[in-house]
T-cell receptor, first 113, second 114 residues
Framework: DAGVIQSPRHEVTEMGQEVTLRCKPI?????LFWYRQTMMRGLELLIYFNNNVPIDDSGMPEDRFSAKMPNASFSTLKIQPSEPRDSAVYFC???????????FGNGTRLTVT | AQSVTQLGSHVSVSEGALVLLRCNYSSSVPPYLFWYVQYPNQGLQLLLK??????LVKGINGFEAEFKKSETSFHLTKPSAHMSDAAEYFCAVGNNNAGNMLTFGGGTRLMVKP
């Protein structure tokens, strides 16, 4: 079990650029979550997929953010255009069902200058 | 609706002392409760979970938590702190109406003094 794999681990970009974060969930897990962690706001759920379908995207901050899950083994979170206030650690997590814990990746630390 | 409150964003204990991290939850239906730990530059890892079996739940690294329905609490304890326990700890709640979604508390940073 390789765990949830996120890439890149670190991303530094300039304001206005497009940023794409990637996630490979654990094989067999049918739920995938994107979280954002900042000092000010803590851990925020951005979007939740079940069987590749977005179930709840109410946490997505604004239209600049979009997420896709084209298949069971891959998801992306895109920010276009990026802004300095998007700087945070973005986590991907996956799970099998509501009784099961979330398995988190090691996160992508995004810095927008 | 569900929510989690962790009392104390920072807790400091001496090595060998009791660790007590507080978590209170709100849930309109029977909850599932989790404690996660986050070490620097890593994702969250599961410490333990409660899913309506025994009310006293034992987790990894000597941690345990007790579900108290009357107090809507799920406090995390460890009898004797170790330097390696220094990390951030998150309580989370889920329920049958929330699908697989968990609501996380704000986290408590545990510091262990030598």
């Amino acid at each position: 079990d390789a765990g949830v794999i996120q890439s890149p681990r670190h991303e530094v970009t300039e304001m206005g650029q497009e940023v794409t974060l990637r996630c490979k969930p654990i094989s067999g897990h049918n739920s995938l979550f994107w979280y954002r962690q900042t000092m000010m706001r803590g851990l925020e759920l951005l979007i939740y997929f079940n069987n590749n379908v977005p179930i709840d995207d109410s946490g997505m901050p604004e239209d600049r953010f979009s997420a896709k899950m084209p298949n069971a083994s891959f998801s992306t979170l895109k920010i276009q255009p990026s802004e300095p206030r998007d700087s945070a650690v973005y986590f991907c997590a996956s799970s099998t069902d509501r009784h099961s814990p979330l398995h988190f990746g090691n996160g992508t630390r995004l810095t927008v200058t | 609706a569900q929510s989690v409150t962790q009392l104390g964003s920072h807790v400091s204990v001496s090595e060998g002392a009791l660790v007590l991290l507080r978590c209170n939850y709100s849930s309109s239906v029977p909850p599932y409760l989790f404690w996660y730990v986050q070490y620097p530059n890593q994702g969250l890892q599961l410490l333990l979970k409660y899913t309506s079996a025994a009310t006293l739940v034992k987790g990894i690294n000597g941690f345990e938590a007790e579900f108290k329905k009357s107090e809507t609490s799920f406090h995390l304890t460890k009898p004797s702190a170790h330097m390696s326990d220094a990390a951030e700890y998150f309580c989370a709640v889920g329920n049958n109406n929330a699908g697989n979604m968990l609501t996380f508390g704000g986290g408590t940073r545990l510091m262990v003094k030598p």
